[in-house]
Structure formats: C-alpha cells, structure tokens
Nanobody, 125 residues
Framework: VQLQASGGGLVQPGGSLRLSCAASGLTFSNYAMGWFRRTPGKEREFVAAVSRTGGNSYYVDSVKGRFTISKDNAKNTAYLQMNSLKPEDTAVYYC???????????????????WGQGTLVTVSS
C-alpha cells in the first residue's frame, strides 16, 4: 500500500492550496481517509477525516469553514482543499487511510492503518 501526498507549497496568508493523496495497492472505496499535520516541536494534529463513501466528514475546530476534505473513489485520490490560509496552518501535512466496514465511519484519532510521506505547506508573506 502506498499513499502519495502532494500539492504543498508556499502561499500567502488568505490564499488557497489543494492537497492530494493518491492511493495504490488497496481497494480505495473501502477506506476512510484522514489528514493530519505536524509543526516542529508539536505533536501530530488531526485536521480532517472523511468516510469511505465521502458522505461524512469531520474537522478540527481551527479549520472548520476553511478546509474541505473529499475523496474520489474512481481516481483513488483524497483531497484537502484549504482556503483562507493562515500562518498557523504552516505544517507538514500527512494523509492516512483506515479500512472501514461502515459507510459513514470515520476516525479522528491517529489510529490509521497506512500513512503517506507528508507534504509541506508554508503560509507566509
């Protein structure tokens, strides 16, 4: 199983980025997906999660209304659309996958089966 995160970069405050997580080696439609982030000196933080069907999602309070998580089962890819970015969003972002037996099930802890390598997002003027 491989999860390849991409789409990070340097963006000004108030800008937008879309992160992608391309999955291979698994039946993507059976997996709930999550995004986490880590900044130096801090523990990995949950950002967002989506159920295997894409019909249910959940966000940490600090990104609600600004970030949108989604998954395209036909493309084996999950996304994190990030709008109105703030300097405090600067971090390495990781995607993760967890097999799910229920359509609306999602995970907000770091108890995921598989993890991607991370992509750096820097929000700075």
């Amino acid at each position: 199983v491989q999860l390849q995160a991409s789409g990070g970069g340097l963006v000004q405050p108030g800008g937008s980025l879309r992160l992608s997580c391309a999955a291979s080696g698994l039946t993507f439609s059976n997996y709930a997906m999550g995004w986490f982030r880590r900044t130096p000196g801090k523990e990995r933080e949950f950002v967002a999660a989506v159920s295997r069907t894409g019909g249910n999602s959940y966000y940490v309070d600090s990104v609600k209304g600004r970030f949108t998580i989604s998954k395209d089962n036909a493309k084996n890819t999950a996304y994190l659309q990030m709008n109105s970015l703030k300097p405090e969003d600067t971090a390495v972002y990781y995607c993760a996958a967890e097999i799910s037996y229920y359509a609306d099930y999602l995970i907000t802890t770091d108890r995921y089966d598989y993890w991607g390598q991370g992509t750096l997002v820097t929000v700075s003027s």
